[in-house]
T-cell receptor
Framework: NAGVMQNPRHLVRRRGQEARLRCSPM?????VYWYRQLPEEGLKFMVY????????ESGMPKERFSAEFPKEGPSILRIQQVVRGDSAAYFC?????????????FGQGTRLTVV | DQQVKQNSPSLSVQEGRISILNCDYT??????FLWYKKYPAEGPTFLIS?????DKNEDGRFTVFLNKSAKHLSLHIVPSQPGDSAVYFC???????????FGQGTILTVHP
């Protein structure tokens, strides 16, 4: 019973390039959340998706960031034209249901470094 | 606008003693509270949770206390073990679906 799988674990991009982060939720989970952790800070909510739908993207920066969760395949967090300030750990979490009171299970994260 | 605060960046405890980690929140709409543990280079791992209808939840060495009037929760670990050394995040939810609001984290070090 595999957990939440994120790849790559580490990603280095030059300024101006695109970064694609992938997340496969736990088996049976249809709800995916992306969080970002900047150095010395807690995790900040970015976006909540269900299959083929963005439910809440209130934590996403207005520009350059997008997310999708297609009918088939993993969820993708895409960052266009990366800047140094995008360097962070990006965590994906999944949950089995649309419940207000449930824990989310996290992947191991993707550490993005922009040089 | 920090809705969830962990005011102690770090805590050092001797093995066998009690570790107490604290967390304060501002939004009275939060009604579900969780603690996550995180090792370096890994994702957060769920530890224990409590809903607002309770004031205490216990799971083995871990107990979470909730004081709704003070908007304060704490995690007690007893006895503490060196393997407990990690970053501990409190998180709140319940306003909608599974979206969580995290504190900044407390680094716990348990000395042998």
């Amino acid at each position: 019973n595999a957990g939440v799988m994120q790849n790559p674990r580490h990603l280095v991009r030059r300024r101006g390039q695109e970064a694609r982060l992938r997340c496969s939720p736990m088996k049976g989970h249809s709800h995916v959340y992306w969080y970002r952790q900047l150095p010395e800070e807690g995790l900040k909510f970015m976006v909540y998706l269900q299959k083929e739908n963005i439910i809440d993207e209130s934590g996403m920066p207005k520009e350059r960031f997008s997310a999708e969760f297609p009918k088939e395949g993993p969820s993708i967090l895409r960052i266009q034209q990366v800047v140094r300030g995008d360097s962070a750990a990006y965590f994906c979490a999944s949950s089995p249901q649309d419940s207000r009171n449930t824990e989310a299970f996290f992947g191991q994260g993707t550490r993005l470094t922009v040089v | 606008d920090q809705q969830v605060k962990q005011n102690s960046p770090s805590l050092s405890v001797q093995e066998g003693r009690i570790s107490i980690l604290n967390c304060d929140y501002t939004n009275s709409m939060f009604d579900y509270f969780l603690w996550y543990k995180k090792y370096p280079a890994e994702g957060p791992t769920f530890l224990i949770s409590i809903s607002s209808i309770k004031d205490k939840n216990e799971d083995g060495r871990f107990t979470v206390f909730l004081n709704k009037s003070a908007k304060h929760l704490s995690l007690h670990i007893v006895p503490s073990q060196p393997g407990d050394s990690a970053v501990y995040f409190c998180a709140t939810g319940g306003t909608s679906y599974g979206k969580l609001t995290f504190g900044q984290g407390t680094i716990l070090t348990v000395h042998p």
